[in-house]
T-cell receptor, first 111, second 112 residues
């Protein structure tokens, strides 16, 4: 089955700097890659996603890139703000529609 | 609130008891998913419905777990003979199409 690995597990940056979180997946048939943000005690919130026919997608300060050949995708957050502090999860959807999540990255943005 | 809702938000039960959770998806979303999340981990897929049909079940879902979506709207997840290892956050998500899934607030289960 699909296996998603996420790195790093924790990331601390200074406000205004960029943050990059990387994920790899194992199933070449996976075709949809969302990113979720989860604040403490709250539900995971979809922040951006990318489909397998696209290499890059951007939404304001957030961008995601996908390399299908290498089977990895990354989340880029520019001009980080303290409110970006949260746990971020990547995921890959397999051919049978179940979604496999990474273990998460705890991002801390220091003011 | 037009988002995904779950009930109850918290459940404390003794080992061996049965529990049932409910999920109400976003109106007209035909796809509904159940996940389990433990501390420090990402959500783990449990099962998936398209309308009232249960199309996928994870191997994680033992025979003590059963899920239904009788009319293609709300869904229930029942755990029989609960064990301490069942303690987790149970998340429901719904999707109107093939892609974006929107999560509910979850039901936190504690088995004592």
């Amino acid at each position: 089955g699909e296996n998603v690995e996420q790195h790093p597990s924790t990331l601390s940056v200074q406000e205004g700097d960029s943050a990059v979180i990387k994920c790899t997946y194992s199933d070449s048939a996976s075709n949809y890659f969302p990113w979720y943000k989860q604040e403490l005690g709250k539900r995971p919130q979809l922040i951006i996603d990318i489909r397998s026919n696209v290499g890059e997608k951007k939404d304001q300060r957030i961008a995601v890139t996908l390399n299908k050949t290498a089977k990895h995708f990354s989340l880029h957050i520019t001009e980080t703000q303290p409110e970006d502090s949260a746990v971020y999860f990547c995921a890959a959807r397999t051919w049978n529609n179940d979604m496999r999540f990474g273990a998460g990255t705890r991002l801390t943005v220091k003011p | 609130d037009t988002g995904v809702s779950q009930d109850p938000r918290h459940k404390i039960t003794k080992r061996g008891q049965n529990v049932t959770f409910r999920c109400d998806p976003i109106s007209e979303h035909n796809r509904l998913y159940w996940y389990r999340q433990t501390l420090g981990q990402g959500p783990e897929f449990l099962t998936y419905f398209q309308n009232e049909a249960q199309l996928e079940k994870s191997r994680l879902l033992s025979d003590r777990f059963s899920a239904e979506r009788p009319k293609g709207s709300f869904s229930t997840l029942e755990i029989q003979r609960t064990e301490q290892g069942d303690s987790a956050m149970y998340l429901c998500a719904s999707a109107g199409g093939f892609y974006e899934q929107y999560f509910g607030p979850g039901t936190r289960l504690t088995v004592t």
